[in-house]
C-alpha cells in the first residue's frame, strides 16, 4: 500500500508538467494583452478576454500534449478543451471573488492590496482549482489518475 509521501512523490512529474503548461500559458495571456493594449490600441477588456482565450488555449495545448499525453481520451478533444476552458473560468472568478473580498469587504483599497489579492492569493487558489479540475474533470480516465511516465517531465 502507498504511503502519503510515495503519493506526493508520484504527484511531483505531473505537477511540473502542469506547472510548465501554466507558465507557458501566462506567457502567452500576459504577451498578447500587452500587444493588444499597445500597438494594437484595443480597449482593455476585449484585450483581456481575447488574451485569456489565447491563454487557456495554451494551458490546454500543453497539458494534452505534454502532461497528460499518454492519457487516452474518453470524450473528444473539443469536449475536453471545453471542460478545461470552464474549469480557466471558474479560477478567474476565484481571483475576482479574492480581489472583491479584499477590497469591498475587508477595506483593503490600495493597489498593491489588490494586486496581492488578484495576482497572489486568489492566483495560488486559483491554480489548485485549476490543477484539481484538470487532473479530475479534463483528463481523468477510467477513474486512474495519471501515472508517472505521463509526464513530459519525468
Known amino acids: 500500500m502507498k504511503t502519503q509521501r510515495d503519493r506526493l512523490r508520484a504527484l511531483g512529474p505531473e505537477l511540473l508538467g502542469f506547472a510548465a503548461a501554466g507558465i ?40 494534452a500534449l505534454g502532461t497528460y499525453r499518454r492519457e487516452t481520451a474518453d470524450a ?36 498593491r492590496a489588490d494586486t496581492v489579492s488578484g495576482a497572489g492569493i486568489g492566483m495560488a487558489f486559483a491554480t489548485v482549482l485549476r490543477f484539481w479540475g484538470t487532473r479530475t474533470l479534463v483528463f481523468r480516465t477510467s477513474g486512474r489518475t495519471v501515472s508517472r511516465e505521463a509526464s513530459w517531465t519525468g
Open 24 to 63: 507557458c500559458a501566462y506567457a502567452a495571456d500576459l504577451g498578447l494583452f500587452v500587444w493588444l493594449r499597445g500597438p494594437v490600441g484595443m480597449d482593455p477588456l476585449t484585450a483581456k478576454a481575447l488574451s485569456f482565450v489565447a491563454g487557456c488555449s495554451v494551458a490546454y495545448a500543453g497539458n
Open 76 to 111: 473528444s478533444r473539443l469536449r475536453q478543451y471545453a471542460v478545461f476552458f470552464a474549469v480557466n473560468i471558474a479560477g478567474a472568478l476565484v481571483q475576482l471573488l479574492c480581489i472583491a473580498v479584499s477590497h469591498y469587504g475587508l477595506g483593503f483599497t490600495s493597489q
